[in-house]
């Protein structure tokens, strides 16, 4: 597998003073490099376990729509605030330079059960977490988390009851 790492920019003090933010997107910027990312996430046996995928916004969507399509797995959206409609769920968190909330629609947790979670990056741990959360008080099982970048030194796996795969460590 290509070295993902020279895809990632990194900016430092953003969004705020102290945070250094990981840039994916280049990665989707060259559709080689996407797609060999996108083959080896959608072959893990996490994705293979899981009914269906849940991603989170909004660069988890990117990611989880190349591999719900790539592993023909249905995919289910954990939207910020004010983003979808319908009766939610939803759940406030906590990361690293503030707070949000999100929401899933209750209808689109009806027909499965299992669950990988897929998102950009996995920092605190607090908005994988918070998806986590939702989908057990909902009596939902996730079978593990796919994320592409993991801040190692931030511990978020540390929150996490579960399996994760991450393709790039920092």
């Given at each position: 597998?290509?070295n993902l790492?020279?895809f990632?920019?990194?900016?430092k003090?953003y969004?705020?003073?102290?945070?250094?933010?990981?840039d994916?997107?280049g990665?989707?910027?060259?559709?080689r490099?996407?797609?060999?990312?996108?083959?080896k996430?959608?072959?893990?046996?996490?994705?293979?376990?899981?009914?269906?995928i849940?991603?989170?916004?909004?660069?988890?969507?990117?990611?989880?729509?190349?591999?719900?399509?790539?592993?023909?797995?249905?995919m289910?959206?954990a939207?910020?605030?004010?983003?979808?409609?319908?009766?939610?769920?939803e759940?406030?968190?906590?990361?690293e330079?503030?707070?949000?909330?999100?929401?899933?629609?209750k209808k689109?947790?009806q027909?499965y059960r299992?669950?990988?979670?897929?998102d950009?990056?996995l920092?605190?741990?607090?908005?994988v977490?918070?998806?986590s959360?939702?989908?057990?008080?909902n009596?939902?099982?996730?079978?593990?988390v796919?994320?592409?970048v993991e801040l190692i030194?931030?511990e978020?796996?540390?929150?996490?009851?579960?399996?994760?795969?991450s393709?790039?460590?920092?």
């Amino acid at each position: 597998m290509t070295n993902l790492k020279e895809f990632i920019d990194t900016y430092k003090d953003y969004p705020k003073k102290g945070i250094e933010f990981k840039d994916v997107l280049g990665i989707i910027q060259e559709p080689r490099i996407f797609k060999e990312l996108i083959l080896k996430m959608s072959s893990s046996q996490i994705i293979k376990n899981a009914e269906a995928i849940i991603s989170i916004d909004a660069r988890g969507f990117i990611f989880g729509s190349a591999i719900s399509l790539e592993a023909s797995k249905p995919m289910i959206v954990a939207r910020k605030p004010g983003k979808l409609p319908g009766e939610l769920v939803e759940k406030n968190y906590s990361l690293e330079y503030g707070e949000n909330r999100l929401s899933i629609q209750k209808k689109a947790l009806q027909k499965y059960r299992s669950y990988a979670i897929v998102d950009d990056l996995l920092a605190t741990g607090g908005t994988v977490n918070c998806v986590s959360k939702i989908l057990e008080s909902n009596n939902k099982e996730v079978v593990g988390v796919l994320v592409v970048v993991e801040l190692i030194k931030l511990e978020g796996k540390l929150k996490l009851n579960c399996p994760i795969e991450s393709s790039i460590t920092f």
